[in-house]
Every structure is written in structure tokens, then in C-alpha cells.
């Protein structure tokens, strides 16, 4: 048993030396934003007070942050942990436990922060197929803007030792595997993991730990958007203010999103996502290829595949590493005896 159950992703908290070039840069993705005590804030529709923090200062990922159904439960984890709990100086208020993993990132658990009303999305539009056509004498007339940010979905962060930061995290917050990544048989190399929201839906993950080469840090971090019209307008919204674009559109195989990245002014990846997977509690653990990490079902192949940036530093090593690896695990595997 966990200590407790986290219910979502809370929020991601970044520094930047250039707040109002974040600024800028979020709107055009899609957010709504607000200054208070100094720091920038973003946030979605979904009426929660912010998703993405920005706070002055060199270029850095600072936190990830979750959030857990009560109060009580926030009690229970910072006694377990022997820290106190604060209250969060932010909008929104509430109570926050922040916790170090084993990597050196700072968790911020939060509970408690009051909630607004969500604003409308843009509507989902009857599609027409051949086996269904609902939408008639109504045409489709879509305007230009970027997309609407619904909420924060996930986060992915690189760790040193995966099964060791696989069990802190699942040890305190409760997390479940959706797909285990495997470089072989036997030799993992991360987890998408899901919230255990017992009977109730969750998104296929809300964190994935990646055990890969080079520096640490978070990969990225992932927004729900309203609909596929909507990502595809905020994707051509995007390209049209000159914005980095990292990788997409396409459709995943693990979690079934449909994607698009892009680089903020500071080289952080933000993705914009649709349509995702979603599971109870009950769904099993599921093993997948390294090979399925980076595919797509469809769309734009990653960049490494496609030869627009050469791996990434150590990548090389890494693979050729694992490679010996398993070579070794297969020398040392009892052989057969001939019938």
C-alpha cells in the first residue's frame, strides 16, 4: 500500500530570465496568464488556479507538482516523510507538502486550493465518415487562433536508476504501470505510469521516468487540448508566429494521444495532446519495445529517426551498453540440451 493516492498532475514549475518571453510564448500556445508575487502564471479551462509557473531567474525546470483529494491525506504524507506542511503563497491558496526524489527533484503534493469555473471549449464538430454521417447542411468553418488548453496531463522526467525512482514514487503516491519500457527482455528502461483512481478513469500516465542518457532534467510536459480541430489550429497558430516546433503532428502508440511539441523561448518541450487512453484501476500492466517508445501509428517520425538533430550526447554509448548487456544475459542463460 501506498501512503496515499494522488488523483492528478498539479502543475509544472519552471525559471526563466525573461518572464514576459514566456509570456508571450504561452499565449501563443494556449493558455490564459496572470502575475502574482512576482512569478507568471498559466493556466487551462478546466478552472484550476494555474498549470505552469514561470518564477524569475536562470533558465532551469524547478518542480512538478501533484495533487491529492484531501487535506488529510496531505497530513498523512508529510508525517510519513517527517516535513511539515505549508501553506501554498499562491493562487488559488491550500496546502502544499514539497518532497525531494531520488534524482533531486523537488515534488510539490498539494491539496486543498480552491477551484473556479471552467471556461467553454470550442465544440466538438459532428465528423462525418462512411460509416456515420451526423454532420448535414452544416458546414465547417474553423477560425484561426491558437489552442485551447483544457488542464495539465503529464510529465516526463529523466532519473538515474529506474526501478529505484519507480519505487519511490509508487511507494508514496500510488502511481500504476501502464507500459514498462523495454530496452530486452528483462531490462527496463522507464514506465508510463498512471494514477489509481480505483474505478474511476485515469489518463493512460500522468508521469513517465525515463532512465536514458545525459543530463537530468524534465523531457517535457503535456496539455490537454479541446479536440483534433483544436490542436491542429493552435499547431498552424504556432508556426505562424515562427515558434520551434520539436516534434509532430502524429499518434502515439503508448497512450494512443494524438501530439504536437514545441520549444518554448528557453529550449523547455511543452506538448500539446488529444484523445489519449484512459484506464481504471483494473487494467493490467503492459510490456512494450523501446522501439514503440518513439514510433508513431501515424504522422511526422521523430526527429532522430528523421535525421533533422543527431542523437542526443551518450545515446550511442547507452545503446551499445545495453547491448553488451544483453548479449551477457543471453551467454549466461542455461542452453537447451540437444533432444
Known amino acids: 500500500m501506498s501512503v496515499i493516492r494522488v488523483e492528478d498532475i498539479a502543475h509544472v514549475r519552471y525559471a526563466a530570465p525573461d518572464l514576459a518571453a514566456m509570456k508571450a510564448f504561452l499565449h501563443d500556445f494556449g493558455m490564459a496568464t496572470f502575475e502574482a508575487g512576482g512569478r507568471l502564471y498559466g493556466k487551462g479551462s ?3 488556479p494555474f498549470v505552469h509557473v514561470t518564477e524569475p531567474g536562470p533558465a532551469k525546470f524547478l518542480a512538478v507538482g501533484f495533487r491529492c483529494d484531501t487535506l488529510a491525506d496531505l497530513e498523512t504524507l508529510a508525517v510519513h516523510e517527517g516535513v511539515a506542511t505549508q501553506d501554498l503563497d499562491e493562487p488559488g491558496g491550500g496546502k502544499v507538502v514539497r518532497l525531494t526524489d531520488p534524482d533531486g527533484y523537488t ?3 498539494v491539496a486543498g486550493q480552491a477551484k473556479g469555473e471552467p471556461a467553454l471549449l470550442p465544440a466538438d464538430q459532428p465528423v462525418n465518415t462512411a460509416a456515420a454521417k451526423p454532420r448535414f447542411r452544416q458546414m465547417v ?3 484561426p487562433a491558437p489552442a485551447h488548453i483544457k488542464r495539465i496531463g503529464h510529465a516526463v522526467l529523466k532519473v538515474r536508476d529506474f526501478r529505484k525512482s519507480e519505487k519511490w514514487y509508487k511507494d508514496r503516491f500510488g502511481f500504476l504501470t501502464s507500459d514498462e519500457v523495454e530496452a530486452a527482455k528483462d531490462v527496463p528502461l522507464g514506465a508510463f505510469m498512471r494514477c489509481d483512481r480505483g474505478d474511476k478513469p485515469a489518463d493512460h500516465h500522468t508521469l513517465f521516468l525515463a532512465q536514458l542518457p545525459g543530463e537530468l532534467g524534465i523531457l517535457h510536459a503535456a496539455f490537454e487540448v479541446a479536440n483534433l480541430d483544436d ?3 493552435g499547431h498552424q497558430h504556432l508556426h505562424a508566429r515562427k515558434r520551434e516546433a520539436a516534434w509532430g503532428v502524429g499518434r ?3 497512450g ?8 518554448d523561448p528557453f529550449g523547455n518541450e511543452l506538448e500539446h495532446w488529444t484523445d489519449g487512453d484512459l484506464f481504471t484501476a483494473a487494467d493490467p500492466p503492459q510490456k512494450q519495445p523501446m522501439s514503440a517508445l518513439l514510433a508513431v ?3 511526422s517520425p521523430h526527429p532522430m529517426f528523421a535525421g533533422k538533430f543527431p542523437p542526443p550526447p551518450g545515446l550511442v554509448a547507452f545503446v551499445t551498453a545495453m547491448m553488451l548487456r544483453i548479449k551477457r544475459l543471453f551467454k549466461s542463460a542455461p542452453k537447451e540440451s540437444a533432444a
Not at 494512443?256 to 520549444?263: A, G, L
Open 141 to 143: 468553418r474553423l477560425d
Open 256 to 263: 494512443s494521444q494524438v501530439f504536437d511539441y514545441w520549444k
Open 252 to 254: 502515439h502508440i503508448m
Open 297 to 299: 501509428q501515424w504522422g
Open 231 to 233: 490542436l491542429m489550429l
Open 46 to 48: 478546466d478552472g484550476r
Open 107 to 109: 515534488v510539490e503534493v
